[in-house]
């Protein structure tokens, strides 16, 4: 499982690497076109707004796996010892099941659109819709990985085979 969550860490890496300086450079090419040249292009926008989408998701999505999200780092910070394990334990428990509903109503909200185009590029709105199930199910597979390894850390610690950190 490690070895799939490290590759889909990477996947997620190289996109937010390759659409963040694409989104970047197409809004200031329109910016360019639409002040300097009075030609602005219609796909421009829409295609920005999409990698947004994108890249919120896959960020948040990295950001869950290198333990980097807010509420993670806050209410990790909060506890010691056996509480720590246990609230971590809980707290991915909670990840999987929020995030298995967002992969599950994320799937039926894109599936619908298929059919529905977007209005300046031209591709099924379903397309921009994925970007939610796709990082959802990212999330699912790190934290099955983090509850995996906090079950471990429990399982010593109440076996007396982990010390408690001051």
């Known amino acids: 499982m490690r070895k799939v969550n490290e590759f889909t860490a990477w ?7 390759i659409m963040v300086p694409v989104m970047t450079v197409i809004v200031f090419v329109q910016v360019l076109l639409r002040y300097v040249f009075s030609a602005p292009l ?3 926008e829409e295609a920005a707004k999409y990698l947004l989408v994108w890249v919120s998701f896959f960020g ?3 950001a869950v796996r290198y333990g980097m999200h807010i509420t993670l780092i806050f209410l990790n910070n909060k506890f010691r010892g056996y509480a720590k394990l246990v609230l971590d334990l809980g707290i991915q428990l909670l990840l999987i099941v929020f995030s298995a509903i967002c992969v599950i109503e994320g799937m039926n909200l894109s599936l619908g659109q298929w059919d529905q185009m977007s209005p300046g590029m031209r591709i099924p709105q379903a ?3 994925m970007a939610m199930p796709i990082a959802f199910a990212f999330i699912i597979l790190y934290s099955i990985e983090f509850v995996i390894d906090d079950v471990k850390k429990v399982v010593l610690q109440k076996e007396g085979g982990l010390k408690e950190k001051k």
Do not use: D, H, N, T
């Open 127 to 129: 397309l921009p819709y």
């Open 60 to 62: 948040s999505a990295c």
């Open 42 to 44: 219609v796909w421009v």
């Open 11 to 17: 996947f997620c890496k190289m996109l937010l690497i």
